[in-house]
Nanobody, 120 residues
Framework: QVRLVESGGGLAQAGGSLSLSCAAS????????MAWYRQAPGEQRELVAS???????NYSDSVKGRFTISRPNARNTVYLEMNSLKPEDTAVYLC??????????????WGKGTLVTVSS
């Protein structure tokens, strides 16, 4: 059993900053990659940023230079630092983890999501 606990988010003004975190716990043998997605009302879910076990990061063009994904010391927690926020960043942000369980099964997990609202 694996559990993802997301925290952070909330309301920010345009130009402001917010931070998100997602902690994975449970029967984890290895984490292959962690990522943040977002879904705005009426829109498709999109990848915001990802980080591999080796520390390679990837960002969507819309957040590049403003958001930073990190996973300090390769622990089971991923962070998303969001700066220079724009109203179009308003969405539910979801944590995604690709991992190998203690029974050596590769599974992809989703968090429940946390709402980020940016006012103009």
């Amino acid at each position: 059993q694996v559990r993802l606990v997301e925290s952070g988010g909330g309301l920010a003004q345009a130009g402001g900053s917010l931070s998100l975190s997602c902690a994975a716990s449970g029967s984890i043998f290895r984490i292959n990659a962690m990522a943040w997605y977002r879904q705005a009302p009426g829109e498709q879910r999109e990848l915001v940023a990802s980080i591999t076990s080796g520390g390679t990061t990837n960002y969507s063009d819309s957040v590049k230079g403003r958001f930073t994904i990190s996973r300090p010391n390769a622990r089971n927690t991923v962070y998303l630092e969001m700066n220079s926020l724009k109203p179009e960043d308003t969405a539910v942000y979801l944590c995604n983890v690709d991992l190998v369980t203690s029974t050596i099964s590769t599974i992809n997990y989703w968090g429940k999501g946390t709402l980020v609202t940016v006012s103009s």
